[in-house]
């Protein structure tokens, strides 16, 4: 293998695996160990990659061929595509052992766990050897003594975690990840572990993170936040995704928690809450990019360019008298950003319009949304009430929200029947 002998695995979080032909498997997320009866650290068994459709897999350490800064290449393009599970003897590093609190001997120092590296021995066995962890000062304002001792030396690593277990490691490790990314990360973790994770996120990357989890995580995480923090929550995300929460929870608690959120931000919540399921009403969000008839092409590039707006909602300009928060005054007509791309600088949205392919009403059902969307191969559709004002537009990750299994996100109810490649090597590390 060529790699250094020691590496610290934090830092291998993210790193991209290829296999031999140089295509990209999936990422690294954690190292598996097995723990031993003996007094001898735990052995490496192989690392858990993320691949495509947040499915995570075993990669025995005895097919990777080299670690560095910047990837994780494997020896065999062959892979066991089961989704990894954890054993009983089994601890994932990164998920149980970064900010646990323990003590180093024989100071009898206090501390927490910000690392670990695994090294490999002269058989060719890796092993987890030393352990970085940070010193308690008690001061806010200094940080700790960074200590670095063998494994041995270390108390508190195995068994169950102090009650007072720190966060801030384990989110620097996932902090460069995806909202789905991290959403499926969370699903991994003991739900008392994942709701103190949610809870150290800031509100923003929560609210990103939540819209990507299934209904029944949303509930639980949104239940062990305090109700105003709850209602904080709510007021980041979109309000077509708010809505889809609070319609997880009961009338009188929906009540508590739009009481809470401001006005202007509870207030289209509160009108996607009163369309029937199923309709166009109830999947459209409320903010799609809206501009005046007399705003030039620049401008709407300009808008478009926003990098909060999601790709679906920047792909066009929704046109309409005044006023332009929805309800909107009289609709006129739809510019697609190929368009905006095509037009004088100077040329008004007025002028470039496209208005001949009828908007949706808010009762409009699901199927038939979808057909019409597919027909004319659009990425969103304008809603509009009986008054011809614009009321929000249906986004194709709307219809796709809508249109998969409601569990679709639940990555255990995701697995079909498993597809082992190689399969006489499925498992071959992991045995006994």
């Given at each position: 293998?060529?790699?250094?002998?020691?590496?610290?695995?934090?830092?291998?979080?993210?790193?991209?695996?290829?296999?031999?032909?140089?295509?990209?498997?999936?990422?690294?997320?954690?190292?598996?160990a097995?723990?031993?009866?003996?007094?001898?650290?735990?052995?490496?068994?192989?690392?858990?990659?993320?691949?495509?459709?947040?499915?995570?897999?075993?990669?025995?350490?005895?097919?990777?061929?080299?670690?560095?800064?910047e990837?994780?290449?494997?020896?065999?393009?062959?892979?066991?595509?089961?989704?990894?599970?954890?054993?009983?003897?089994?601890?994932?590093?990164?998920?149980?052992?970064?900010?646990?609190?323990?003590?180093?001997?024989?100071?009898?120092?206090?501390?927490?766990?910000?690392?670990?590296a695994?090294?490999?021995?002269?058989t060719?066995?890796?092993?987890?050897?030393?352990?970085?962890?940070?010193?308690?000062?008690?001061?806010?304002?200094r940080?700790?003594h960074?200590?670095?001792?063998?494994?041995?030396?270390?108390?508190?690593?195995?068994?169950?975690p102090?009650?007072?277990?720190?966060?801030?490691?384990?989110?620097?490790?996932?902090?460069?990840?995806?909202p789905?990314d991290l959403?499926?990360?969370?699903?991994e973790?003991?739900?008392?572990?994942r709701?103190e994770?949610?809870?150290?996120?800031?509100?923003?990357?929560?609210?990103?993170?939540?819209?990507?989890?299934p209904?029944?995580?949303?509930?639980?995480?949104?239940?062990?936040?305090?109700?105003?923090?709850?209602?904080d929550?709510?007021?980041?995300?979109?309000p077509?995704?708010?809505?889809?929460?609070?319609?997880?929870?009961?009338?009188?608690?929906?009540?508590?928690?739009?009481?809470?959120m401001?006005?202007?931000?509870?207030?289209?919540?509160?009108?996607?809450?009163?369309?029937?399921?199923?309709?166009?009403?109830?999947?459209?969000?409320?903010?799609?990019?809206i501009?005046?008839?007399?705003?030039?092409?620049?401008?709407?590039?300009?808008?478009?360019?926003?990098?909060?707006?999601?790709?679906?909602?920047?792909?066009?300009?929704f046109?309409?008298?005044?006023?332009?928060?929805?309800?909107?005054?009289r609709?006129?007509?739809?510019?697609?950003?190929q368009?905006?791309?095509?037009e004088?600088?100077?040329?008004?949205?007025?002028?470039?319009?496209?208005?001949?392919?009828?908007?949706?009403?808010p009762?409009?059902p699901?199927?038939?949304?979808?057909?019409?969307?597919?027909?004319?191969?659009?990425?969103?559709?304008?809603?509009?009430?009986a008054?011809?004002?614009?009321?929000?537009?249906?986004?194709?990750?709307?219809?796709?929200?809508?249109?998969?299994?409601?569990?679709?996100?639940?990555?255990d109810?995701t697995?079909?029947?498993?597809?082992?490649?190689?399969?006489?090597?499925?498992?071959?590390?992991r045995?006994?």
């Amino acid at each position: 293998m060529t790699t250094p002998n020691r590496v610290y695995i934090a830092r291998l979080a993210g790193l991209t695996v290829f296999d031999p032909n140089g295509d990209q498997v999936g990422r690294v997320r954690d190292a598996v160990a097995r723990l031993r009866t003996s007094n001898r650290p735990p052995q490496v068994v192989g690392l858990v990659a993320e691949m495509p459709m947040r499915r995570r897999i075993f990669l025995s350490i005895n097919r990777i061929t080299s670690i560095d800064g910047e990837a994780v290449a494997l020896g065999s393009g062959t892979l066991n595509l089961r989704r990894f599970s954890k054993r009983p003897n089994e601890l994932l590093v990164l998920e149980d052992l970064l900010d646990r609190r323990v003590r180093v001997e024989p100071s009898g120092a206090q501390g927490t766990v910000v690392d670990v590296a695994m090294e490999c021995s002269r058989t060719g066995e890796w092993a987890l050897s030393r352990i970085a962890v940070r010193e308690h000062t008690g001061r806010l304002t200094r940080r700790g003594h960074l200590h670095q001792v063998g494994w041995a030396d270390v108390r508190g690593l195995l068994g169950a975690p102090d009650g007072e277990r720190g966060t801030a490691n384990l989110l620097a490790v996932l902090e460069e990840m995806r909202p789905a990314d991290l959403a499926n990360a969370l699903q991994e973790l003991p739900d008392a572990r994942r709701n103190e994770l949610a809870a150290a996120l800031d509100d923003e990357r929560l609210a990103d993170v939540l819209s990507e989890l299934p209904e029944r995580d949303q509930v639980e995480i949104l239940a062990a936040l305090d109700r105003e923090r709850a209602a904080d929550i709510l007021e980041e995300m979109d309000p077509d995704d708010a809505a889809d929460l609070l319609n997880e929870l009961s009338p009188p608690e929906q009540d508590v928690l739009l009481d809470l959120m401001r006005p202007d931000e509870a207030d289209p919540v509160r009108q996607l809450l009163k369309y029937n399921p199923g309709t166009a009403g109830s999947v459209m969000t409320s903010e799609p990019v809206i501009m005046p008839p007399d705003a030039t092409v620049a401008e709407a590039l300009a808008r478009i360019r926003e990098p909060q707006l999601s790709p679906a909602v920047a792909a066009q300009v929704f046109v309409t008298r005044a006023p332009l928060a929805t309800p909107t005054g009289r609709y006129l007509g739809i510019v697609h950003f190929q368009r905006l791309l095509r037009e004088p600088p100077a040329e008004l949205l007025g002028g470039v319009v496209d208005n001949d392919i009828d908007p949706l009403q808010p009762a409009t059902p699901l199927p038939e949304i979808t057909r019409r969307m597919a027909t004319y191969d659009l990425v969103a559709m304008p809603v509009v009430d009986a008054a011809n004002r614009l009321v929000g537009a249906v986004t194709v990750d709307d219809v796709l929200d809508h249109s998969l299994p409601r569990n679709w996100r639940d990555r255990d109810a995701t697995d079909g029947p498993a597809r082992v490649l190689d399969a006489s090597h499925a498992g071959e590390a992991r045995s006994g």
